[in-house]
Nanobody, 115 residues
Framework: VQLQASGGGLVQAGGSLRLSCAAS????????MGWFRQAPGKQRDVVAD???????NYADSVKGRFTISRDTAKNTVYLQMNSLKPEDTAVYYC??????????WGKGTQVTVSS
């Protein structure tokens, strides 16, 4: 399984970015796909995920600001990030979770929010 993430960058506080994660196989082969982030010196935490049946889950810190969605025809998951804050600065990782809990990870993409 290969996950190609893109869309990070530098943005001012209050701005928006959209991350994309293209999978090398049908997203229906995964239990879920999602985004995690890791700031310097901190652990990697889940940001949002979307299950194979389309249910979404968000970390409390991003609810109302971030939206996860998918394009099943393109095997791609998106993370629309609005009202970005400096504390959203991190490396963002795409994740695909298989049955039995096996995780696949994309290469991280840096998101930097300036104040």
């Amino acid at each position: 399984v290969q996950l190609q993430a893109s869309g990070g960058g530098l943005v001012q506080a209050g701005g928006s970015l959209r991350l994309s994660c293209a999978a090398s196989r049908s997203i229906f082969s995964f239990v879920s796909m999602g985004w995690f982030r890791q700031a310097p010196g901190k652990q990697r935490d889940v940001v949002a995920d979307i299950t194979s049946n389309g249910n979404t889950n968000y970390a409390d810190s991003v609810k109302g600001r971030f939206t996860i969605s998918r394009d099943t025809a393109k095997n791609t998951v998106y993370l629309q990030m609005n009202s970005l804050k400096p504390e959203d600065t991190a490396v963002y990782y795409c994740n695909a979770r298989m049955i039995y809990g096996t995780d696949h990870w994309g290469k991280g993409t840096q998101v930097t929010v300036s104040s």
